[in-house]
């Protein structure tokens, strides 16, 4: 079942972050669908969070589309060579996002090797945010997409962590927000070889 806008309208970050695990991210691109399941995400708190593009209440060009209403994607290149996908989450101008860190590869997993030349038995293939996007097909053209459409979308498949199974941690590669860099807001699920690493805390 595809999720409803309404899913994406919690106004708590990290209950969407922790819940987004086990769903299912689906990408349709030329008539060819790949999917995999979310099995690692970080939660960024809009204005308030030293790591979020959004912090101080920041708004560029870039960064607009984190104030939409939540149900659209989020999409930017880091360092010039990844795409990092993003869920917008919240109401409009509660710029709250979760971005989606890893994926198990679970439909079209042929033209998921095809994308990333590798075998979908390697974990690296979708292991890490830059590796999970492309692995989907994700790139720039996928921002601001809606996420009860028909080319970007998540599906609850009944896919469920027990909560001994997800682990909480600090986030990664974001040292620059000082205090904030040491909140445990990145979410995983325990003994999964497609979460990035370290995935031992």
């Given at each position: 079942m595809k999720l409803p806008l309404s899913y994406y309208s919690a106004q708590d970050v990290l209950f969407l972050a922790q819940?987004?695990?086990?769903?299912?991210l689906f990408t349709e691109i030329n008539g060819e669908i790949t999917a995999g399941i979310i099995v690692e995400t970080e939660a960024y708190n809009g204005v308030y969070d030293k790591a979020?593009?959004?912090?101080g209440g920041r708004r560029t060009d870039r960064t607009e589309t984190l104030y939409s209403h939540g149900g659209i994607s989020y999409v930017y290149l880091c360092y010039g060579i990844h795409h990092l996908f993003n869920?917008?989450?919240?109401v409009?101008?509660?710029?709250h996002a979760v971005l989606v860190r890893?994926?198990?590869p679970l439909i079209g997993t042929e033209i998921m090797e095809n994308r990333r030349n590798m075998p979908a038995s390697k974990a690296v293939i979708s292991s890490g945010p830059g590796s999970a996007a492309k692995a989907l097909g994700i790139d720039r053209s996928f921002n601001k997409k809606d996420l009860t459409g028909n080319e970007i979308w998540i599906e609850d498949r009944g896919i469920q962590y027990p909560s001994e199974d997800i682990v909480t941690g600090p986030r990664i590669g974001v040292a620059y927000a000082q205090e904030d860099a040491l909140l445990p807001w990145r979410f995983f699920v325990k003994g999964n070889k497609y979460v990035s690493k370290p995935n031992i805390i």
């Amino acid at each position: 079942m595809k999720l409803p806008l309404s899913y994406y309208s919690a106004q708590d970050v990290l209950f969407l972050a922790q819940d987004l695990l086990g769903k299912v991210l689906f990408t349709e691109i030329n008539g060819e669908i790949t999917a995999g399941i979310i099995v690692e995400t970080e939660a960024y708190n809009g204005v308030y969070d030293k790591a979020s593009h959004a912090y101080g209440g920041r708004r560029t060009d870039r960064t607009e589309t984190l104030y939409s209403h939540g149900g659209i994607s989020y999409v930017y290149l880091c360092y010039g060579i990844h795409h990092l996908f993003n869920v917008v989450t919240s109401v409009e101008d509660e710029p709250h996002a979760v971005l989606v860190r890893a994926i198990e590869p679970l439909i079209g997993t042929e033209i998921m090797e095809n994308r990333r030349n590798m075998p979908a038995s390697k974990a690296v293939i979708s292991s890490g945010p830059g590796s999970a996007a492309k692995a989907l097909g994700i790139d720039r053209s996928f921002n601001k997409k809606d996420l009860t459409g028909n080319e970007i979308w998540i599906e609850d498949r009944g896919i469920q962590y027990p909560s001994e199974d997800i682990v909480t941690g600090p986030r990664i590669g974001v040292a620059y927000a000082q205090e904030d860099a040491l909140l445990p807001w990145r979410f995983f699920v325990k003994g999964n070889k497609y979460v990035s690493k370290p995935n031992i805390i």
